[in-house]
C-alpha cells in the first residue's frame, strides 16, 4: 500500500530515476577507467573553429582574446562551467603558443581564478617547449567588482583589437556584455557560450560559433581529452533521453487516459 502510494505521489519515480542515472554514470566511468568504451564525441562547430580563429591571428598578426565568463566560481553552480571553460582556454592557448599567437587572459572577478589562469598560462608555454613565451602582463584581472571587470575587459579588447574572442563559460548578463560588444565592435571572430540557458540572448547573436548550454561542457570535455570527463558527457546524454522518454511517455498517457501518473499531490 505504502509503495502504491509512493509511486502515485512522484517520489518513487525520482527513486527510480536517481538509481538508474547512478548506475548510468558508474557504467561509464568504469568503461572509461578500463579503457574498454568508445570515448570519441563529435567535433562541434565551434570547437573545430577555435584553430581556424587561431590561424586567423596568426595570418592577421593579431593577438587571442579569451575569457571564461564573469562569473567563473570555482565552487557552488557555476564551478562545473569554469572547469570546462578552464579546459576550453588551456587547449586555445596551446594552439595559440604553438604557432606564435599571443594570447591574452581576461581574469573573471573572482580571485581564485587569477592563480588558476596563470598556471594553465605557465603550462602551456611549457608544454610547447616556448616558457620565454609566457607574459604576466597578459593575464588582466580588474577587481572583484562586475563593473571593473567589464569596463576593464572593454577596455582591453578596444585596445589589442584582437582577430580572435573565444568567450566560454560562466558568462554573465551583464559583466560581459560590454567585452564581447567591444570584441564584435573591432572585427573579432566571436567563438563562445555559456551553460546558462537563460543567458543565451545577445550572446547567440554576436558569436560566429556557438556553444549552446549542455556544449560547453562537451567542448571542455573534447578539449581536456580526459577519459573521465569525456565518459560523464555519454552519461549525462543517456539522462537527457531518459528525460525525453519520461516527457513524451507521461504526455501520451496524460493526453489519452487522463491520468497524470506522475504529477505530485
Not at 574572442?165 to 556584455?177: E, F, L, P, W
Amino acid at each position: 500500500m505504502s509503495m502504491s502510494i509512493s509511486i502515485q505521489s512522484g517520489a518513487g519515480w525520482i527513486a527510480i530515476f536517481f538509481i538508474v542515472a547512478i548506475i548510468d554514470v558508474i557504467y561509464h566511468n568504469r568503461g572509461a577507467a578500463s579503457g574498454t568504451m568508445n570515448m570519441e564525441l563529435r567535433m562541434l562547430a565551434p570547437v573545430e573553429a577555435i584553430s581556424d580563429g587561431i590561424d586567423r591571428c596568426k595570418e592577421m598578426g593579431k593577438p587571442l582574446y579569451m575569457t571564461i565568463g564573469c562569473y567563473a566560481q570555482l565552487s557552488g553552480q557555476y564551478a562545473p562551467m569554469t572547469i570546462s571553460a578552464i579546459n576550453i582556454q588551456r587547449y586555445s592557448a596551446r594552439l595559440a603558443v604553438r604557432r606564435d599567437v599571443e594570447p591574452w587572459f581576461m581574469v573573471p572577478m573572482i580571485p581564485e581564478a587569477l592563480p588558476l589562469i596563470d598556471g594553465v598560462y605557465r603550462e602551456v608555454c611549457v608544454a610547447e617547449g616556448k616558457p620565454e613565451a609566457y607574459k604576466p602582463e597578459n593575464i588582466q584581472w580588474f577587481g572583484q567588482l562586475e563593473a571593473g571587470y567589464s569596463t576593464g575587459a572593454a577596455g582591453i579588447a578596444a585596445r589589442i583589437r584582437a582577430g580572435t574572442a573565444i568567450c566560454a563559460g560562466a558568462m554573465s548578463g551583464t559583466g560581459d556584455i560590454a567585452p564581447t560588444a567591444a570584441n564584435r565592435t573591432v572585427g573579432a571572430l566571436m567563438i563562445g557560450g555559456n551553460a546558462r540557458y537563460t543567458h543565451q540572448g545577445v550572446y547567440s547573436i554576436w558569436y560566429d560559433y556557438t556553444l549552446w548550454t549542455s556544449d560547453v561542457y562537451a567542448a571542455g570535455a573534447y578539449c581536456s581529452g580526459d577519459p573521465n570527463l569525456l565518459s560523464s558527457i555519454l552519461a549525462q546524454d543517456v539522462v537527457t533521453w531518459m528525460c525525453i522518454i519520461i516527457g513524451l511517455v507521461t504526455l501520451a498517457v496524460g493526453t489519452f487516459t487522463g491520468v497524470d501518473w506522475l504529477a505530485f499531490p
